[in-house]
Nanobody
Framework: QVQLVESGGGLVQAGGSLRLSCAASRTIFSFNTMGWYRQAPGKQRELVAS???????NYADSVKGRFTISRDNAKSTVDLQMNSLKFEDTAVYYC???????WGQGTQVTVSS
Protein backbone atom coordinates (compact mmCIF):
# COMPACT_ATOMS: atom_id res chain seq x y z
CA GLN A 1 0.00 0.00 0.00
CA VAL A 2 1.35 3.38 -0.98
CA GLN A 3 1.70 5.64 2.02
CA LEU A 4 3.65 8.39 3.69
CA VAL A 5 4.59 7.96 7.34
CA GLU A 6 5.62 10.96 9.42
CA SER A 7 7.49 10.91 12.69
CA GLY A 8 9.30 13.28 15.03
CA GLY A 9 6.60 15.58 16.33
CA GLY A 10 6.26 16.49 19.98
CA LEU A 11 6.29 19.19 22.61
CA VAL A 12 9.15 21.68 22.76
CA GLN A 13 9.79 25.01 24.42
CA ALA A 14 10.05 28.17 22.36
CA GLY A 15 13.55 28.51 20.97
CA GLY A 16 14.01 24.77 20.81
CA SER A 17 14.37 22.40 17.87
CA LEU A 18 12.60 19.40 16.41
CA ARG A 19 13.26 17.23 13.39
CA LEU A 20 10.41 15.71 11.43
CA SER A 21 10.87 12.79 9.09
CA CYS A 22 8.63 11.38 6.38
CA ALA A 23 9.20 7.93 4.89
CA ALA A 24 7.74 7.05 1.51
CA SER A 25 7.74 4.09 -0.80
CA ARG A 26 10.57 4.28 -3.28
CA THR A 27 8.25 4.25 -6.27
CA ILE A 28 6.56 7.39 -5.02
CA PHE A 29 9.60 9.16 -3.64
CA SER A 30 11.80 8.86 -6.68
CA PHE A 31 9.72 11.06 -8.98
CA ASN A 32 7.85 13.35 -6.59
CA THR A 33 8.48 16.80 -5.29
CA MET A 34 8.01 16.40 -1.54
CA GLY A 35 6.55 18.98 0.77
CA TRP A 36 5.83 19.70 4.39
CA TYR A 37 2.61 21.49 5.24
CA ARG A 38 1.04 22.52 8.51
CA GLN A 39 -2.40 23.29 9.80
CA ALA A 40 -3.03 25.18 13.01
CA PRO A 41 -6.43 25.13 14.73
CA GLY A 42 -8.91 27.30 12.89
CA LYS A 43 -6.51 27.99 10.04
CA GLN A 44 -6.04 26.67 6.53
CA ARG A 45 -3.35 24.18 5.72
CA GLU A 46 -0.26 25.97 4.43
CA LEU A 47 2.94 25.03 2.69
CA VAL A 48 5.98 25.15 4.96
CA ALA A 49 8.68 23.89 2.63
CA SER A 50 9.15 21.77 -0.46
CA UNK A 51 12.02 20.07 -2.24
CA UNK A 52 12.18 18.82 -5.80
CA UNK A 53 13.77 15.58 -6.94
CA UNK A 54 16.77 17.67 -7.94
CA UNK A 55 17.06 19.25 -4.51
CA UNK A 56 15.61 22.69 -5.23
CA UNK A 57 13.97 24.03 -2.09
CA ASN A 58 11.20 26.49 -1.37
CA TYR A 59 10.19 27.92 2.01
CA ALA A 60 7.36 29.92 3.44
CA ASP A 61 8.54 33.37 4.48
CA SER A 62 7.59 32.64 8.08
CA VAL A 63 10.13 29.81 8.38
CA LYS A 64 13.01 31.02 6.21
CA GLY A 65 16.28 30.89 8.09
CA ARG A 66 14.82 28.64 10.79
CA PHE A 67 13.65 25.50 8.98
CA THR A 68 15.58 23.29 6.58
CA ILE A 69 14.08 20.66 4.32
CA SER A 70 16.21 17.82 2.98
CA ARG A 71 15.71 14.52 1.23
CA ASP A 72 17.64 11.27 1.27
CA ASN A 73 16.99 9.53 -2.02
CA ALA A 74 18.68 6.33 -0.86
CA LYS A 75 16.36 6.03 2.13
CA SER A 76 13.30 7.59 0.46
CA THR A 77 12.87 10.05 3.31
CA VAL A 78 12.32 13.77 3.53
CA ASP A 79 13.17 15.61 6.73
CA LEU A 80 12.28 18.99 8.15
CA GLN A 81 14.75 20.41 10.65
CA MET A 82 13.02 23.08 12.69
CA ASN A 83 15.13 25.43 14.78
CA SER A 84 14.30 28.52 16.83
CA LEU A 85 10.74 27.31 17.15
CA LYS A 86 8.05 29.82 18.00
CA PHE A 87 4.65 29.44 19.63
CA GLU A 88 3.05 30.20 16.26
CA ASP A 89 4.74 27.13 14.74
CA THR A 90 2.33 24.98 16.73
CA ALA A 91 0.33 22.90 14.26
CA VAL A 92 -0.20 19.48 12.81
CA TYR A 93 2.51 18.93 10.21
CA TYR A 94 1.82 16.88 7.12
CA CYS A 95 4.08 15.37 4.50
CA UNK A 96 2.89 15.41 0.90
CA UNK A 97 4.02 13.83 -2.34
CA UNK A 98 3.08 16.65 -4.68
CA UNK A 99 2.87 14.94 -8.05
CA UNK A 100 0.43 12.24 -6.89
CA UNK A 101 -1.34 14.32 -4.26
CA UNK A 102 -0.64 11.83 -1.48
CA TRP A 103 -0.74 13.01 2.14
CA GLY A 104 0.64 11.54 5.32
CA GLN A 105 -1.41 11.19 8.49
CA GLY A 106 0.16 14.20 10.20
CA THR A 107 2.25 14.70 13.31
CA GLN A 108 1.57 17.21 16.07
CA VAL A 109 4.14 19.88 16.89
CA THR A 110 3.44 21.93 19.99
CA VAL A 111 5.64 24.84 21.00
CA SER A 112 5.18 26.17 24.50
CA SER A 113 5.79 29.84 25.10
Amino acid sequence: QVQLVESGGGLVQAGGSLRLSCAASRTIFSFNTMGWYRQAPGKQRELVASITTGGRTNYADSVKGRFTISRDNAKSTVDLQMNSLKFEDTAVYYCKAHNVGLWGQGTQVTVSS
